[in-house]
């Protein structure tokens, strides 16, 4: 909800959980793909979210791979609320080894 997570004052789906769930989508979608050890890294994510949802109805998202270009990968996103879009754009990832991505932590 918008009003808890600090991005609205009203209590409506919020603009960072749609977007969360898109990128959640783009990550899933590639997953069965990776080599072991391998994970997917958002890099950007460039969206609109063009309809308000109630708290509590079903949000679907999608991610449809776009381009793949070595370690990067870019999608087009999209999120539903009851078949009606509510959200578009674009998101990025890279292809990361897990452990060595994790030992970069500052």
């Not at 959640?24 to 950007?44: C, D, F, K, R, W």
Request: aromatic content about 4%; glycine content about 10%; proline content about 5%.
């Amino acid at each position: 909800m918008a009003l808890h997570v600090g991005s609205g004052d009203l209590p409506v789906f919020a603009t960072p959980a749609m977007m969360a769930l898109m990128e959640n989508a783009a990550m899933t979608a590639v997953a069965p793909y990776l080599e072991a050890g391998q994970t997917t890294v958002g890099g950007h994510i460039a969206t609109s979210h063009l309809a308000p949802s109630p708290v509590g109805a079903t949000i679907e998202a999608e991610a449809v791979v776009t381009a793949v270009e070595g370690r990067k990968i870019e999608f087009a996103v999209e999120a539903r609320c009851e078949g009606k879009v509510i959200g578009s754009g674009t998101h990025l990832r890279f292809v990361v080894d897990a452990a060595k991505f994790m030992s970069k932590l500052l």
